[in-house]
């Protein structure tokens, strides 16, 4: 039982301290208990912790949504629509480019291509959009018109009755996530952007995972100068306080829906805590710490620190502050009991099969990278034997 936490340590019921080495399941930016985030909640609750979203807005909504548009660059990402969740973020995209479409003279396009090995959620759409079976439940026969595709030839490959059904494409950019940290290859997501642009299909970034500063710049398109028609924002926007999650999308897309209601083109979309003042209050906080504290000034110097000390294990990649071993074993519960052992040894995290993964809070120093990296060398030992650390344990 984690009771307590400060900066990148979480203490347990017994007040044993542990390394929070995935960053509370990929939503922890700035470290727990960060004093301007806490600040920020507390005076948000002074006034008032939730109204409805629906029909009403409020200043600290106003505030967010402006400051998280001027965060893409450009000037072609325009509006904010704001839900609870990854998942709904996803959702939000994906509603609003087919109902686009069918309010718009463009009815037929009725599909969404997806990635193999994809994750983008739990909710039945965002499921539906996923490439990896065993998150699915229920099976695979559910939600949306989806085609799957495993890189850029096979969506060149379509043939023309599919491309021209084609809706939208989404895509986690730069590194699958759930996949087991797998790393696209460079200028993919450039690639990408410029056939959905001579097609006129919607691009959707899921930067549920990468977004706020994972990948060593604030959003992760960034890096190949991409800006989507959709970009879907949860788990760190908050600093990962607050469930609340962001679909940043367009002008044309946001001109898509106005009209007389009689014409019924609203997007009825909404939870019942969308847009809370609380998770708005803490979002302001957690952008506010990144300029105050120039935290993406200092992640170049961390994410070398972090390639240094990991690039000898078994299977490491990176992007920016996201890196990943696997351990090569037949038993697909290795990479649990190395999770388990690392415990022992001070560190938290959670594998994917046999994939472990390192994502701490940004505000991880050069010394907790150090600790983190130990102990996991220490836990490989523990289950895998030497063979399993190449260069020993430093």
């Known amino acids: 039982m984690l009771v307590e936490g400060y900066g990148c340590v979480l203490k347990d019921q017994f007040g044993r301290e542990y390394l929070d080495g995935n960053a509370s399941i990929w939503t922890n930016i700035h470290g727990h208990c960060h004093p301007t985030i806490n600040a920020a909640i507390t005076e948000q609750l002074g006034k008032v912790a939730h109204t409805s979203f629906l029909g009403f807005t409020h200043e600290p909504a106003i505030r967010l949504a402006k400051e998280l548009v001027d965060l893409v660059p450009g000037d072609k990402i325009t509006r904010a629509f704001f839900t609870d969740n990854g998942s709904t973020a996803i959702e939000s995209a994906v509603r609003m480019a087919l109902q686009f479409w069918k309010q718009n003279g463009r009815p037929q396009l009725d599909t969404l291509i997806a990635f193999d090995r994809a994750y983008h959620g739990d909710t039945l759409g965002a499921a539906s959009l996923g490439g990896i079976p065993l998150f699915k439940g229920s099976g695979n026969d559910f939600g949306y018109r989806v085609l799957t595709v495993t890189n850029l030839d096979e969506l060149n490959a379509l043939a023309a009755e599919e491309r021209n059904r084609i809706a939208a494409v989404i895509i986690e950019p730069l590194i699958q996530g759930a996949a087991g940290m797998r790393l696209w290859p460079q200028d993919m997501l450039k690639t990408l952007n410029a056939w959905c642009e001579e097609q006129d299909v919607f691009l959707i970034l899921d930067e549920v995972m990468t977004g706020f500063g994972r990948t060593g710049k604030m ?10 028609d959709f970009l879907c924002l949860a788990k760190g926007i908050t600093g990962g306080y ?7 999308t367009t002008e044309r ?4 829906f106005l009209g007389d209601p009689s014409e019924g083109r609203t997007f009825f979309y ?10 708005c209050a803490a979002a302001l906080a957690s952008l506010r710490v990144f300029r105050e504290e120039r935290v993406l000034e200092q992640l170049p110097a961390k994410i070398v ?24 074993s037949p038993d697909l519960s290795t990479g649990a009991k190395v999770c388990l052992a690392a415990r022992e040894h001070g560190l938290l995290t959670r594998p994917i099969g046999n994939t472990i993964v390192l994502m701490p809070p940004l505000c991880v120093t050069p010394d907790e990278i150090d600790r983190m990296v130990t102990a996991l060398k220490a836990a490989l030992n523990d289950v895998c034997g030497g063979s399993a650390v190449t260069a020993g344990l430093r």
Do not use: K, N
């Open 305 to 328: 620190r972090l390639r240094d000390r990991m690039s000898d294990l078994p299977g490491f990649r990176q992007c920016g502050m996201i890196a990943a071993i696997t351990v090569d």
């Open 270 to 279: 909404g939870h019942s805590y969308a847009g809370s003042q609380l998770g």
């Open 253 to 256: 897309v946001f001109g898509g």
């Open 219 to 228: 959003f992760a398109c960034e890096h190949e100068g991409v800006v989507p």
């Open 242 to 248: 607050l469930p609340f999650a962001a679909t940043l």
